[in-house]
């Protein structure tokens, strides 16, 4: 038989192994073509019942007992794990491994790698399958300009972790970028955000105090202590991103009015400002409104459409855009 074949009957029977369970009355072999037929296995139903009584003679399977079709089963009490992935499985996992090592605890990474790399494993042992190649088709590309990942040192990630899952206090050593030196405090820690590239610990200093964003590049050391931690009591994490609560600035929701250009209007006819945004024609220009937060990202998001997009509700903001546009144009002419 040629390698190829032989390894396709081997992934097919493995796939078969894999479905079977010990619940009653079992999987008929039509059910089971079926299931390989979403796992891109084409067979007939004679070759899948080949297949289940080849293996019956090597693995505790049974049939149920009546009139056909025939289900196949485990046979109860039979050690029934199989290691690996099938093949959605690999192909999820191949395609979001950067991911969830960038959102998922440092202590369960030597295991993500470890299984990322037996998706990817698999997928090549499989080059002449339909999906295969699919994680050589999709990729995420995040918005704004990809910066480099800031250094954390990943003991001290790691004693943040167990600080939040054991609701203990932290003590650290912290400098921020307007201090010469770093200063030392108890941390209440209460979740791990990431914005971009940079990794952030939200925590409070004190029992019913504000919570902070500290990025985690700027601990110099993190020490576990066994004192209990607060945490505000009706604190969601949801709720708190919903609010905006995240985003750096006032937070506060304004009514933004501005003139767009054609270009940005057809982009954000597509890709809102927000649930209520709108833009009409008046006069000579297209005119937007949208209830947003107003924060560094809008600030800075404004900032990045240049001519495309001018503010002119609020006041307050309008008045810091035409500011950072007049430092700008300041410093290019001074260079």
Same mark, same amino acid.
């Given at each position: ?19 079977? %369970? ?29 297949? @289940? ?19 196949? #089963? ?16 690999? @192909?999820?996992? $191949? ?5 969830? =090592?960038? %959102? ?14 037996? +998706? ?9 399958? $339909? ?39 932290? +003590? ?5 970028? %307007? ?11 209460? +979740? ?31 020490? @576990? ?5 607060? #945490? ?8 708190? @991103? +919903? ?6 600035? =006032? ?43 107003? $924060? ?40």
């Amino acid at each position: 038989m040629p390698r190829a074949s032989h390894q396709q009957t081997i992934y097919r029977q493995w796939l078969i192994l894999r479905k079977l %369970t010990t619940r009653r009355p079992g999987i008929t072999a039509r059910e089971m073509r079926d299931h390989l037929e979403t796992e891109d296995v084409s067979v007939t139903k004679r070759t899948v019942e080949r297949d @289940l009584n080849e293996l019956s003679r090597i693995f505790p399977l049974e049939t149920s007992i009546g009139s056909p079709p025939i289900g196949w #089963r485990w046979r109860e009490g039979a050690v029934q794990e199989l290691p690996g992935l099938e093949l959605v499985d690999a @192909l999820s996992l $191949s395609l979001v491994g950067d991911l969830l =090592n960038q %959102t998922l605890p440092s202590s369960l990474h030597p295991s993500i790698s470890a299984r990322v790399t037996e +998706a990817r494993r698999k997928l090549d042992a499989l080059p002449n399958h $339909s999906a295969s190649n699919w994680s050589q088709l999709v990729r995420y590309i995040p918005p704004g300009q990809p910066l480099l990942k800031p250094r954390v040192d990943p003991e001290i990630l790691h004693t943040i972790e167990e600080g939040l899952v054991g609701q203990k206090q932290i +003590a650290v050593s912290y400098q921020s970028p %307007t201090s010469t030196a770093p200063w030392n405090t108890h941390m209440h820690p209460i +979740a791990l955000l990431s914005h971009g590239s940079t990794p952030y610990l939200l925590a409070c200093l004190g029992e019913h105090s504000k919570i902070w964003q500290y990025p985690l590049h700027r601990f110099h050391s993190v020490e @576990l202590t066994d004192i209990p931690s607060w #945490r505000p009591p009706d604190f969601d994490l949801d709720d708190y @991103l +919903a609010k905006g609560e995240a985003n750096f600035g =006032n937070k506060k929701t304004i009514r933004l009015e501005a003139q767009v250009e054609e270009d940005l209007a057809n982009i954000l006819r597509e890709t809102p400002l927000s649930e209520d945004q709108t833009i009409r024609q008046k006069g000579e220009h297209l005119h937007l409104k949208a209830t947003v937060k107003d $924060s560094w990202q809008l600030t800075f998001y404004l900032l990045s459409q240049g001519h495309r997009i001018t503010v002119l509700k609020p006041k307050s903001l309008r008045n810091e855009i035409i500011s950072s546009l007049q430092s700008a144009l300041n410093n290019y002419q001074q260079s």
